[in-house]
């Protein structure tokens, strides 16, 4: 044991000790207190508290946090030398990440910078229909320069995500979205695993051929646009907003004409997106950030899945804890080393630091470990000890002169 630290010896012992209490099954629980030995239970379910319906406007509310989110256009680099133009909330790539407490009063004023059309959903919060962000359905779209001022309560506790609702292609294949963190002191993943480190890693794809096509396409409408109000021809109707079914039919009835009826000699614009980009906060390997711990240290990982595509992640050299969905607490802990994502959902995970090393955490689907298909690159991080790390000298890429 020449070398070993005495944190080490002990982890090293903790480690046996969790070994023995797999073996002994149920007696083993005795051994609890130290690292993977804490008690397997069923997450205790709380309490279904009276949630308030949030009203729709109250000047008797004070609002706890207030947060300003613009939309413009952004020159990001996911890799040196890989620059695309991509619409982004302040410029980041993902968004700002908004921390709340359950229950507080958040305030978001949204304003719109570019010369589309956008909304903010708040993906997994329970919020007032009117705040909910659905173009055309349950509010106006936010116009170029307008500010709308979402407001809502956060509920309910967990890793919840927001993104623009303007919904065509053009809009899903870019970077806006970004992390809604729902703390709450009754967290049993906080609880249960007593972790003292804490990432939201966001999931993203891009197209890089898609976004430069799009980004013409709509230089080549801004022109149109204009030469249509210079002449008169654009008018209200253009980006009409009905209150209901009946509406909309008479409108239809009366001569409307709804924008989305093809053209007779029209081709196919904006062809299924094809990401070649798979990026972990705005980076692509290998400038992705790593994940790092220590031995003995127990960590969590908030994954969301804010690209288009399903990911099938997976961790080198550990067993991890999957412990909530959708930000909601599973009935009880699973232990994995793979774990799948679909767009839209989120996935915590809890890591334990038991195996000291460089270990990759991937997606298993290994065209999307590649920058333009070229290996390694892509959705592609690594868990760090940090202790090896700095005796090391950290580099993310291996030295192959070793
Ligand atoms: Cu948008």
């Not at 719109?112 to 993906?123: S, Y």
């Not at 270990?359 to 689907?365: G, N, P, Q, R, S």
């Not at 333009?372 to 291996?398: C, H, Q, S, W």
């Amino acid at each position: 044991m020449a070398g070993k630290t005495h944190r080490e010896e002990t982890a090293r012992v903790s480690r046996r000790g969790f070994l023995q209490s797999a073996a002994l099954g149920a007696a083993g629980m005795l051994l609890a207190g130290k690292l993977g030995a804490y008690e397997w239970k069923t997450f205790e379910w709380r309490e279904k508290e009276e949630i308030p319906i949030p009203p729709k406007e109250d000047d008797a509310i004070t609002y706890d946090r207030e947060f300003n989110i613009e939309v413009v256009t952004t020159l990001h680099e996911l890799l040196p030398g890989v620059r695309l133009h991509m619409l982004t909330f302040n410029g980041q790539v993902p968004g700002p990440e908004i921390r709340v407490k359950e229950g507080e009063w958040v305030k978001v004023n949204f304003t719109n910078k570019t010369e589309l059309l956008h909304t903010i959903h708040w993906h997994g919060v329970d919020v007032y229909y009117e705040h909910d962000g659905v173009p055309y359905v349950t509010q106006k779209p936010v116009m170029p320069g307008q500010t709308f001022v979402y407001k809502f309560r956060a509920y309910p506790a967990g890793t919840r995500w927001y993104h623009c609702h303007f919904a065509t292609p053009f809009h899903m294949a870019h970077a806006m979205h970004g992390a809604i963190i729902i703390e709450s002191d009754d967290d049993p993943i906080k609880k249960t695993f007593q972790y003292s480190r804490d990432y939201t890693l966001v999931l993203e794809t891009f197209d890089s051929f898609f976004l430069r096509d799009e980004f013409n396409r709509m230089l080549e409408r801004m022109k149109q646009r204009i030469w249509l109000m210079k002449h008169g021809k654009l008018d209200g109707r253009t980006l009409a907003v009905f209150k209901n079914v009946q509406e909309f039919l008479k409108a239809v009835e009366e001569g409307w004409i709804p924008p989305y009826l093809p053209e007779r000699n029209q081709s196919r614009e904006g062809a299924d997106l094809n990401p070649n980009f798979f990026a972990i906060n705005g980076k692509s390997y290998p400038m992705t950030d790593p994940l790092l711990i220590r031995q003995g240290e127990t960590i969590r990982v908030r994954l969301i899945n804010a690209g288009e595509l399903i990911h099938s992640l997976h961790l080198h050299g550990h067993q991890f804890w999957w412990v909530a969905v959708d930000g909601n607490p599973l009935p009880q802990p699973i232990k994995m080393n793979t774990l799948d994502i679909a767009p839209g959902q989120t996935k915590d995970i809890v890591i334990e630091g038991y195996n000291p090393g460089y270990w990759t955490f991937h997606d298993h689907i290994t065209t999307r470990v590649t920058n333009n298909g070229i290996y390694p690159g892509g959705m592609l991080t690594l868990l760090v000890y940090e202790e090896m790390a700095e005796r090391d000298g950290f580099k993310p890429m291996v030295s192959l002169d070793q």
